[in-house]
């Protein structure tokens, strides 16, 4: 899936992602969440 924001960008659009929370939350027999990371900044050149 891509979205275009105008003529020079590509980008996957956010449908395109599971819910981590959901994901997680049906493999807590298998992992052990250790931390939870916080996206900040996203710089594209």
Known sequence: MECRKDAG?????????????????????????VAHLKQVICVKG
């Open 9 to 33: 960008v590509l980008d996957e659009i956010p449908g395109a992602y599971k819910d981590i929370t959901e994901v997680m939350a049906q493999q807590d027999d298998l992992v052990e969440v």
